[in-house]
């Protein structure tokens, strides 16, 4: 899971671009870069933090009105330098990418590409992939009468060569800039816009930009536009003209973890606010609860996540919800470190119980998920140890079963707890005196909210794919996450 941002037709778009991907940090501490361009590209990119990967002097040399940013974590690669984004290829015109997804078909791309069209990808990034492929399509079209045709040409063959999640900004030098989202529409992508644009060559009413949720435009202060549709290209030339096709229609299956987990709780995505979604999943827990004979005194929120199903939970079980856990908020997200060792002792680097809350009384948890089981085991821990007298753990997503092959870090199947253990064995194993999980129906329908029609991707909870993944397609992405972690 990664963050993408693209701004066209703003004077100085690195500025933009810095400040929104200061927004997006939480949806990658790997890496970060940025691309501008003004005759030619201009590139920073590395690991680490924005803060840390950008300097006062490599921003003004990020020179141009029209730029891409990208933050990232991996689920694929070593992390190294070279696998950060975005990616920028010289042929045709020139153009850059960044994109948020996994490639499902990453390595047979890989040689077809060096087969067919021999291209040469030195890094491990599934967006180098997309990006050549793109510009394979882009190059076999009569490129001497450039127009959004050929744009929407060339996305068309990436829909139909790439597969799995992949939400992607390009900028073709002296172009323009696209935007596609894949068919289902797995990874957000959200458009916007600001009046007074300065910096287009045609002198543009509105600047443009991309992102992957809606709090960068709050931040930028971009009227939200519209969310980009699954299957769609959207295409701002250099005038600041807007070209849109709908390329190909399937049944929408958002990422449902963007709501659970994954995005900030100031985000709307799809229509659906992120904070409204989780607090209608702590409601939801609430009869579940009640049935499982849990009589808290105290519920405690596990941060950042699961604090609006707290504040709903303990509202409906008219029991007070209190700060026991208190987040140290310069230590990394702890789901997206590599090692279990490294998940272990990051718990306590982050989480500090207040024992003025927690002693002597029976304390409730609330958190998203749980996945391998460490994670919560140390929370149970850290409460227990400031003098719990019971300690309850409610989940407000059902058990993780299956891996997901889209991009967020849960890739293998030996990795989830709750494949080959029944919640009287997670109970157990994670210290706690009981284990409340949201039913499966109970998350469709907080999620939805009013949009009652509305479908997800739900694969890691019931092994529903959108896309085709072969048992081939599983080994190898275990076999290659694996290596990686050694």
């Known amino acids: 899971m990664c963050g993408v941002l693209g701004v066209c037709g703003r004077e100085n778009a690195v500025y933009d671009l810095y400040q929104g991907l200061i927004a997006l940090q939480h949806r990658g501490q790997d890496s970060a870069g940025i691309v501008t361009y003004d005759e030619m590209f201009h590139l920073k990119k590395g690991n680490g933090l924005v803060s840390v990967v950008f300097s006062e002097k490599n921003v003004a040399r990020l020179v141009g009105t ?7 974590y991996p689920t694929i690669g070593a992390g190294s330098d070279e696998d950060a984004q975005p990616f920028y290829v010289n042929v045709p015109f020139g153009i850059a990418m960044a994109h948020n997804g996994n490639v499902t078909n990453y390595y047979s791309l890989r040689k077809d590409l060096a087969a067919r069209a021999f291209r040469q990808l030195n890094s491990y990034s599934d967006v180098e992939a997309i990006l050549n492929v793109f510009a394979d399509e882009v190059a076999r079209q009569d490129i001497t009468h450039f127009n959004p045709e050929l744009v929407f040409k060339a996305v068309q063959g990436v ?3 790439v597969e799995g999640s992949f939400s992607c900004v390009a900028l073709i030098a002296g172009q323009g800039m696209v935007a596609l989202r894949d068919p289902f529409g797995i990874k957000p992508l959200i458009m916007g816009r600001k009046k007074d ?16 949720e809606s709090v960068a435009f709050d931040l930028l202060e971009y009227e939200v536009m519209r969310d980009v549709r699954p299957g769609e290209a959207i295409f701002v030339d250099a005038q600041q003209q807007v070209h849109t096709r709908q390329l190909t229609q ?8 963007e709501w659970v987990y994954f995005a900030r709780p100031d985000s709307v995505i799809d229509g659906i606010g992120v904070y ?23 519920v405690v929120a596990v941060p950042e996540t699961g604090r609006a199903a ?13 700060e026991g856990l208190i987040k140290n908020r310069y230590i990394a997200r702890t789901f997206i470190m590599g090692r279990q060792e490294d998940r272990k002792l990051s718990v306590r680097q982050k989480l500090n119980p207040v024992r003025s809350v927690i002693q002597g009384r029976k304390v409730l948890l609330v958190d998203d998920s749980i ?28 058990p993780l079963r299956y891996p997901c092959v889209y991009g967020i870090d849960m ?11 029944s919640i009287a064995q997670i109970t157990e194993t994670i210290g706690a005196d009981r284990v409340v999980y949201q039913s499966y129906e109970g998350l469709i329908t907080a999620v939805q909210g009013e949009q009652a029609e509305r479908k997800f991707c739900t694969a890691c909870f019931n092994g529903d794919y959108p896309t085709p993944v072969s048992e081939e397609t599983f080994r190898a992405l275990e076999r290659e996450r694996c290596r990686w972690r050694e």
Do not use: W
């Not at 929370?379 to 989940?395: D, M, Q, T, W």
């Not at 890739?411 to 253990?421: L, S, V, Y």
């Open 411 to 421: 890739m293998t199947r030996g990795e989830f707890i709750a494949r080959d253990h």
């Open 250 to 257: 399937k049944t929408q299956r958002a990422c449902i973890f």
């Open 310 to 322: 707290g504040v709903a939970l303990a509202k409906a079980l008219d029991v007070d919800l209190l």
């Open 66 to 72: 029209c730029g891409i940013g990208h933050v990232r």
């Open 276 to 298: 409204d979604a989780r607090r209608r999943l702590g409601e939801r827990l609430a009869p579940d609860c009640r049935a499982a004979g849990i009589e808290p005194d105290v």
């Open 197 to 212: 644009g300065k910096g287009a060559e045609g002198g543009g009413e509105y600047s443009y930009a991309f992102a992957s």
């Open 159 to 161: 829909f139909d060569r």
């Open 371 to 398: 996945v391998r089981g460490t994670t919560s085991r140390e929370i149970v821990s850290l409460v227990r140890n400031a003098g719990a007298k019971e300690v309850y753990f409610a989940v407000t997503s059902p």
